[in-house]
């Protein structure tokens, strides 16, 4: 994997009710990037995420994951949480060391507990959230329900980028509702679609949705707003809309919700997509902390040339040793230098420091250096 700087790196959580399909849509995030050849399945036990035996046994995650993503020269630290509640620890670990989250939602279900504790964790860690309402290819998948019950439940500002392109109750893509096209997945399902005009028979309902997310995203800054009510939604230009949205999700009016099938590789480049132009890279994100040295608080800034701070969010132990997963949120990590235990006083060397994806680990930078981000 390529070194990336703070700029191009996003640090993402998956959450969601269990078996909304979390570890599914990581699998289908690195099938659509190519960083797999084959799109493994929760039945077969063949996820990069699940890699657990007994992961594999129950069909069901047990341990958080990280999954390193490359989208168009930018890195998303992806981090597959495990959904049920027993284990509603990995949920807060990941929530303090990310800067964005996934909150999956099966349109079969709805919101359900898993959604609005995610939901209610993810605000309170004041994180910028993107909902994706999974399964639509499901029969009983029903987007519209889901969107009413987010906006009713957990937040109404929730605000569809994209809904279903479905045709006599089959999902065939997804409608972008900032380009007005239609996304049709490729019979490949590898995460590769065509561009195209949306349906006739849902042109309408199309617009209605177009409105509702061009007045959010006109309100947010006086010059849109102006154009939008000269000229209309077509005044705006594609830089406009995505800065609109980008100040709507700082503001806190606009809660994107993008939708499809992890298993049909159906929304799911648009996430990835949606990732990069709205989660902030780990540059943008200024985090503050207590010096337990002096007691004081500093603010961390993600560059490699300020001094170090990590944070350990997870130990993992298995028959081939003991693993730290630690977030660098400045400086720079060099294998076999000393590094502080701010807690314990105790200095630790960082015997090698690799990047991981799931069970396998690979050296994160060519100079056996982690920087922050
Ligand atoms: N039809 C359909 N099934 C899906 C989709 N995504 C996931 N599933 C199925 O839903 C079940 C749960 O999927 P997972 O990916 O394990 O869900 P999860 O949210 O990671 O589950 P936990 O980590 O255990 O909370 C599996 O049987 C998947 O095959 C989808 O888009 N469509
Ligand atoms: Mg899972």
Request: overall charge negative; some cysteine.
């Amino acid at each position: 994997m390529k070194d990336y700087d703070p700029e191009r790196i996003h640090n993402v959580g998956v959450f969601g009710h269990v078996g909304c399909g979390k570890t599914t849509l990581s699998e289908a995030m690195l099938y659509t990037a190519h960083a797999i050849t084959r799109m493994g399945r929760i039945e077969d036990g063949s996820t990069v995420s699940d890699y657990d035996p007994d992961e594999q046994r129950r069909g069901m995650s047990i341990n958080l994951s990280v999954i390193p993503i490359e989208w168009e020269n930018r890195k998303i630290n992806l981090i597959d949480v495990p959904g049920f509640a027993d284990l509603a620890g990995d949920m807060a670990a990941a929530m303090r060391v990310v800067d964005g989250a996934i909150i999956v939602v099966d349109a079969t279900g709805g919101v359900e507990v898993g959604t609005e504790q995610a939901y209610e964790m993810a605000r309170r860690a004041n994180l910028p959230c993107i909902f994706f309402i999974n399964k639509l290819d499901r029969d009983n998948a029903n987007f519209f329900r889901c969107v009413e019950q987010i906006r009713e439940l957990l937040d109404d500002a929730a605000t569809p980028l994209y809904i279903p392109c479905s045709v006599a109750r089959k999902l065939k893509g997804i409608i972008s509702l900032r380009t007005a096209m239609a996304y049709i997945t490729t019979d490949q399902h590898d995460g590769s679609y065509n561009r195209e005009q949306v349906p006739q028979e849902l042109d309408g309902l199309m617009h209605q949705w177009r409105s509702d997310l061009m007045d959010k995203i006109a309100a947010t800054d006086d010059d849109l707003i102006e154009k939008y009510l000269e000229s209309g939604e077509d005044a705006l230009s594609s830089d406009d809309r995505l800065h609109g949205l980008q100040v709507g999700i700082e503001q806190h009016s606009i809660v994107p919700i993008v939708c499809g099938s992890a298993h049909e590789v159906t929304g799911v480049a648009q996430l990835l997509k949606t990732i990069v132009e709205t989660v902030p890279a780990a540059a943008r994100r200024d985090v503050t902390a207590n010096d337990l040295t002096t007691g004081e608080q500093v603010t961390l800034h993600a560059s490699s040339d300020e001094p170090l701070a990590a944070l350990v969010f997870k130990s993992i132990a298995d028959p081939y040793g003991k693993m730290s997963l630690f977030r660098v949120y400045s400086g720079t990590i060099h294998t076999n230098n000393g590094t502080m235990n701010a807690r314990t006083g105790a200095t630790n060397a960082v015997p090698t420091s690799t990047g991981c994806a799931a069970k396998s680990s690979a050296k994160l930078t060519t100079s056996g250096r982690v920087i922050s981000g």
